[in-house]
C-alpha cells in the first residue's frame, strides 16, 4: 500500500503541473498590436509618457483599449508615419498568433495636419484640391499596400481600420481654437475628411477588415465646443493641434472599437 502511495503521488505532480500550463495558457491575454500614425500614437493628450519619439502616451486609444480589454498590448504607432512606414517599421511586430490590430493611417499621406495648420495662416484652398486628388489618385494603392502588409502577417487577426473625426461643427462655427480658419475653409475641410474616411473604409472592407467609425462619437464635440474632441491650434504644443483631446481618444475612439470588439 505504500509503494502505491509513492507511485501515486509523481503522478499526481504530473497532472498538476500539466493543468497548471493548460489553465495559464487559456487565460493568457491576447496578443494586440497597434500600428498607425499620430492619431494612435496619442498626439493631442499632451503627453509622450510611453516614448517621445513617436509621442506614444497613456492617453491613446490603443492603451487606453488594452487596459479595459485586459490585452498584451504592443504599441508602434508613431507620430508622422505614412503607409509605407507601416509597411516598412510597424507591421513586423504582427505574429501569426495576434488576435487583434487597430490602425489609423492616411492622413499623413495627404499632409493632412499640415494642411489645417496651413488653414490658419496663409488660406489653403490650393492645399485642399491638391489633398483630395491625391486621395483619388494615390492613396488607395498605399492602403492597399498597408492592408495587404497587415494580412500577410496574420491571416487570422482581427484588423479594426479607424476614420478621422471631424474637426469642425457643420455648419461652421467661429472661436478662438478655430482662428485663422475661415468657414469656407471649415466647409470643404470637413468635406475632405469625409472624403478621406470614405476612401479608408472602402480598402478595408475590401480587405475584409472592420471600420470604426469615430463621427457618430464626435458629434457636437467640434474644435468650438465645450467638450472638445478634436485640439483646435495650440501654441505651445503644436504638434497637438487639430489632433483628438484625451476625450477624444477615450470617449470617441475607444467606443467605436468597443462596439466592433466588444
Same mark, same amino acid.
Given at each position: ?5 509513492? +507511485? ?10 500539466? =493543468? ?11 496578443? @494586440?498590436?497597434?500600428? !498607425? ?15 517621445? &519619439? ?5 492617453? *491613446?486609444?490603443? @492603451?487606453? =483599449? ?13 507620430? +508622422?508615419?505614412?503607409? !509605407? ?6 507591421? !513586423? ?29 496663409? +488660406?489653403?484652398? &490650393? ?13 488607395? *494603392?498605399?492602403?492597399? *499596400? ?5 494580412? $500577410?502577417k496574420s491571416a487570422t487577426a482581427q484588423v479594426v481600420v479607424l476614420g478621422y473625426g471631424r474637426p469642425f461643427a457643420s455648419p461652421p462655427k467661429t472661436c478662438l481654437a478655430a482662428t485663422g ?9 470637413? *468635406? ?9 473604409? $472602402?480598402?478595408? =472592407? $475590401?480587405? !475584409?477588415?472592420? @471600420? ?6 464626435? &458629434? ?21 493641434? @487639430? ?20
Open positions: 500500500m505504500k509503494r502505491f502511495t509513492r +507511485g501515486v503521488a509523481p503522478i499526481l505532480g504530473v497532472l498538476l503541473l500539466l =493543468l497548471s500550463i493548460a489553465s495559464a495558457s487559456a487565460f493568457a491575454a491576447d496578443k @494586440y498590436v497597434a500600428l !498607425g500614425d499620430s492619431y494612435s500614437a496619442g498626439n493631442g493628450a499632451n503627453s509622450t509618457n510611453l516614448d517621445s &519619439s513617436c509621442n506614444r502616451n497613456t492617453y *491613446a486609444y490603443p @492603451y487606453l =483599449l488594452s487596459q479595459q480589454k485586459g490585452y498584451a498590448l504592443t504599441f508602434v504607432a508613431c507620430a +508622422g508615419a505614412q503607409t !509605407g512606414d507601416v509597411i516598412n517599421n510597424q507591421v !513586423g511586430s504582427i505574429t501569426s498568433d495576434t488576435k487583434l490590430v487597430t490602425i489609423t493611417i492616411g492622413g499623413n499621406d495627404i499632409g493632412f495636419t499640415n494642411l489645417i495648420i496651413a488653414c490658419t495662416t496663409l +488660406g489653403c484652398s &490650393s492645399q485642399i484640391a491638391s489633398s483630395q486628388n491625391q486621395i483619388n489618385t494615390q492613396l488607395p *494603392a498605399k492602403l492597399d *499596400a498597408a492592408y495587404n502588409a497587415i494580412r $500577410a480658419v475661415s468657414s469656407s475653409e471649415e466647409t470643404s475641410l470637413t *468635406a475632405l475628411v469625409d472624403s478621406l474616411n470614405a476612401t479608408i473604409k $472602402a480598402r478595408a =472592407l $475590401a480587405h !475584409g477588415f472592420s @471600420y470604426a467609425d469615430v463621427n457618430p462619437y464626435w &458629434s457636437g464635440h467640434d474644435v468650438c465646443a465645450s467638450n472638445p474632441f478634436t485640439n483646435g491650434l495650440t501654441l505651445l504644443h503644436t504638434a497637438d493641434s @487639430y489632433h483628438p483631446t484625451r476625450n477624444g481618444y477615450a470617449n470617441g475612439d475607444v467606443p467605436a472599437i468597443r462596439a466592433i470588439v466588444g
